[in-house]
């Protein structure tokens, strides 16, 4: 009976976007502390592969 998303979900999204550093991305330690079968309860977790994409990109962009 719990809600699908809570109030503080969009908030804590935002939060995680902006604290997210892809070059400390460690995910052998992630699957360690949490692992993968719990992800799924992760909002965050969905970020993290988009988030990836847009630091190599513009990594590869500052190399031009």
């Known amino acids: ?3 699908r998303q809570d ?3 969009d908030l804590w ?3 995680y976007r ?3 550093d892809p070059f400390r991305l460690k995910i052998k330690a992630m699957k360690k502390e949490l692992p993968v079968r719990h992800w ?3 909002p965050e977790v ?3 592969p988009g988030l990836i994409r847009k630091a190599k ?3 590869s ?3 031009f």
């Open 46 to 48: 969905a970020l993290i």
């Open 18 to 20: 902006s604290i997210f």
């Open 13 to 15: 999204l935002v939060y």
């Open 40 to 42: 799924r309860t992760l």
């Open 61 to 63: 962009k500052k190399r």
């Open 7 to 9: 109030a503080a979900e």
């Open 57 to 59: 990109d513009t990594e």
């Open 1 to 3: 009976m719990a809600p």
